[in-house]
């Protein structure tokens, strides 16, 4: 059972355009919802994260939307760069040290 | 401050075999969580160790072991391996009061033939 529904699979995006990952989620246990960023051959690297008490979390060119009563998030990256194509994960805590994490989107930049 | 380290980084192994995974957490970092990464099922968590207890566990068969130690150190273990754990395994060390927080290591890349 994927607890945490993540879309689009990968999207290709034009250096300085906007790229948008969603995510929904059916555990309403989740008190914290991460995102990480993947380059290949690297381990993920937490890049994001939001409590379920606030609705926008802003960190430079990234940033996430919450709708608690959708049971869902995004992540926008604004202005991207060749140097954010990556693979992203989103993700939920529930309990000590469990995050259970969407299926991922890679993300390619063109120049 | 040095990063979550693992070793080894690569691995090759034999169907039938076991494994023994090592991973150092941040300096100061007391819980350490493992995750099985592969193409069809992503990232999925194993367990989580904290003051050498395991806290928390996830949906893997008894083959799937691990353990603390005082010293914050971690390993797993998998025992009489399957081609189907051939895997990315990720190791992520948290700080206390911010168990939040979750660094990865780069990750031990398991190949079982």
């Known amino acids: 059972q994927q607890q945490v529904k993540q879309s689009p699979q990968s999207l290709i995006v034009q250096k300085g355009g906007i790229s948008i990952i969603n995510c929904a989620y059916e555990n309403t246990a989740f008190d914290y919802f991460p995102w990480y960023q993947q380059f290949p051959g690297k381990g993920p690297a937490l890049l994001i994260a939001?409590?379920?008490?606030?609705s926008e979390k802003k960190e430079g060119r990234f940033t996430i939307s919450f709708n608690k009563s959708a049971k869902q998030f995004s992540l926008h990256i604004m202005d991207s760069q060749p140097g954010d194509s990556a693979t992203y994960f989103c993700a939920g805590r529930t309990s000590w040290g469990k995050l259970q994490f969407g299926a991922g989107t890679q993300v390619v930049v063109t120049p | 401050k040095a990063g979550v380290t693992q070793t080894p980084r690569y691995l090759i192994k034999t169907r039938g075999q076991q494994v023994t995974l090592s991973c150092s957490p941040i300096?100061?970092?007391?819980?350490v969580s493992w995750y099985q990464q592969t193409p069809g099922q992503g990232l999925q968590f194993l367990f989580e160790y904290f003051s050498e207890t395991q806290r928390n566990k996830g949906n893997f068969p008894g083959r799937f072991s691990g353990r603390q130690f005082s010293n914050s150190r971690s390993e797993m273990n998998v025992s009489t391996l399957e081609l189907g754990d051939s895997a990315l395994y990720l190791c992520a060390s948290s700080a206390p009061g911010n168990s939040y927080e979750q660094y990865f290591g780069p990750g031990t890349r398991l190949t079982v033939t």
């Open positions: 939001i409590r379920p008490d606030v």
């Open positions: 300096s100061g970092h007391r819980s």
